[in-house]
């Protein structure tokens, strides 16, 4: 085992798990629990796809249809956390960003890649969350000026590693990312 | 399979799942990301162990040590969402809750039942999130006077069940749990 005490050794194993989700779809890092604020400042979680973590950029991205609740609370209050649990790792992270909604031709390569049978994320009719008369009384149409990428600019992330003696570690853009051990 | 436009079935799977997440160390449900909402008015989420789930009481439960941060958000804002992904059963349970902290003589029986090991989750000293010199330069005695039950009447439940076609209801207690269908 290397230096439990090396907090940039300990950074980039934060990241290499995020581009591990990003590219594989068993990686517990695909599948992030995104919290956000609702418009009435009510604490929401909830399951998002892990799309691309670009540590060169800080930068993490989700896809969402622009319907969605996530999307009016984001675009009220554009925090959200990302909350991972790595079991293998016994590796907690919590990521901080800034998120930035992006539609239209900006995200034209992004929706090119969607396979065909997942554009129908993205259309949802009536949109997600209407009350509807029967369980499946509802279509699931692509629709394109729906698909969105939420940009998220990583701010800070708390890294909990339960091990025999546990580890916890605060990195943060406005310290250069350098870390500091604080107490778990 | 039941009828999968039974409403009450699928909530009483819910709560089956809530229940054996309460009493077993290996069920996905034992484990929940709690969402709140800092008092900067910031989103967070973490994992909790869910400690009990009772529907006659539409309660559940976690621990806490009393220093921690996520406390200091629920003492400035008493809402907490219990986000659950149950991979067997293909369900994401969303689950609003008003929180209240409980400490003291009030707790005395769970504080009875948690074991020896366990009690150090309680007492971390410097507190959790103190700045530390070195990964390992923290203590952990059992502080009784630390431990709280996060005491948390559910209000409203978000169900989603990834099937062949997927199915979403909602449950809320000011319509006496009756449940309604809505877009996914």
């Not at 909830?46 to 996530?70: C, F, G, M, W, Y």
């Not at 992330?157 to 500091?180: N, S, Y």
Request: net charge neutral; aromatic share 8%.
């Amino acid at each position: 085992m290397s230096d439990p005490n090396d907090l940039s050794a300990l950074l980039s194993e934060v990241w290499q798990h995020l581009g591990r989700g990003a590219a594989d779809g068993r990686h517990p890092a695909r599948y992030p629990t995104l919290a956000t604020v609702s418009p009435a400042g009510m604490p929401e979680a909830r399951t998002v796809a892990l799309r691309a973590a670009r540590r060169s950029q800080n930068r993490l991205e989700a896809h969402t249809d622009i319907s969605t609740p996530k999307v009016a609370s984001l675009a009220h209050h554009p925090w959200a956390q990302f909350h991972i649990w790595i079991p293998r790792a016994d590796l907690q992270l919590r990521i901080t960003t800034r998120v930035e909604i992006v539609t239209g031709t900006e995200v034209q390569a992004q929706w090119d890649a969607v396979p065909a049978a997942s554009r129908v994320s993205y259309g949802t009719a009536p949109v997600p969350g209407t009350p509807i008369d029967h369980v499946y009384a509802y279509d699931k149409p692509p629709v394109r000026d729906r698909f969105a990428v939420l940009s998220c600019d990583v701010h800070e992330m708390d890294v909990v590693h339960l091990g025999a003696q546990h580890r916890r570690a605060l990195f943060r853009a406005e310290d250069d990312w350098t870390g500091q051990w604080v107490a778990p």
